[in-house]
């Protein structure tokens, strides 16, 4: 996970952001690692072996550094390990981007001079420089922050994907007998009132192909949705993370929970429908392209119960996601289809 510098370049490589948050945090930090190498040169970023394949073939990023907070870095030893590799690194800069202390902890014990992180976060009273933290923004402006407050620099795609990833999308596509246009459907999430549960209703009424996709958990989720479609496939756990990825970069939409692979659509670039429940798009988590669409609940004065989505409803009964209806995602579908067809009509005149 080592991109090698030149000599010109070893000095201006002493940049480090620390991301260990979930994988849809570090997607939407990617735009800040490309703004920080226009400055620094390629940056070098510690974050969780689930994320790091995202962010290893990036030309933004120097170098990879895993970090199993969770598994095999659990705990003091593993802590202590990555403190002494940070130190040997001799940054001389580190963006603090993951809000948590022991991010902040990593930081101040392996001595890095500049330590920059937002000002309300745990660990900022260890912090050389706090940024305040913008209100209202999409999470990608928050990140983006912490090198040029005020600055947005994210209309386009961002997630640099290898082209031996596409050919493995494409050929795992054609051994499913998907060739042409097809919707991708998520139906997952770590968080069980995220989860629409009508996703295998809507495959049954869809007339493109359908695939599912999502993570080895999300494989029992993803096959009702392969069984309810009257052509379907399932991506779930059968794909690494950069190849998913080029899945969704080929659908015609993808249709998500408030989950990670609705950033991944839009760092590829292909149109959203995303579905809101226990959370709303403004806290930041939402699509960032005209023409995408959010469907919610219009009326639940319950709405939000939590920054992420709990396990299960508090109040037991789930409303916010059970009362969005199938028609109402359907029709959502179709305004964002024919916005693309619009778009690429547009695009055909020019």
Known sequence: MNREPDASSTERGRTLVIQTAFIGDVVLTIP???????RHGPV?????????????????????????????????????????????????????????????????????????GFA?????????????????????????????????????????????????????LLAQGIEGPFIAIAPGSIWGTKRWPYFPELA?????????????????????VERAAARGANAAGALGLRESA?????????????????????????PIVAIFGPTIPAFGFGPIRPGDRVVEHPDMPCRPCSQHGPKVCPLGHHRCM?????????????????AGEARRAVHRRN
Do not use: C
């Open 120 to 172: 309300d976060a745990p660990g900022a009273p260890s912090y050389t420089r706090r940024i305040p933290t913008p209100q209202g923004v999409h999470a990608i402006e928050r990140y983006e922050a912490l090198a040029e407050p005020g600055e947005r620099r994210v209309p386009e795609p961002w997630l640099a994907l290898p082209e031996r990833d596409r050919q493995a999308a494409n050929a795992w």
């Open 322 to 338: 059970k009362e969005v209806t199938v028609d109402q995602v359907l029709n959502a579908l179709t305004e964002v289809q024919n």
């Open 32 to 38: 800040l690692l490309q703004m920080l190498a226009a």
């Open 246 to 270: 080029a899945v969704v970069e080929r659908a015609a939409v993808l249709v998500t929970n408030d989950s990670a692979p609705l950033h991944l659509a839009s760092a590829v670039g292909t």
């Open 204 to 224: 049954a009424r869809l007339t493109l192909p359908v695939v599912a996709i999502g993570g080895a958990q999300d494989e029992e989720l993803a096959a009702a």
């Open 44 to 116: 070098d970023v510690v974050t969780t072996p689930a994320s790091a394949s995202l962010v290893e073939a990036h030309p933004a990023v120097r170098r990879v550094i895993p970090y199993d907070k969770r598994g095999a870095d659990r705990g003091w030893p593993g802590f202590r390990r990555m403190v002494r590799t940070l130190r040997d690194n001799q940054y001389r800069r580190v963006y603090l981007a993951h809000r948590s202390w022991r991010s902040a902890a990593l930081a101040w014990l392996a001595r890095i001079p500049e330590r920059i």
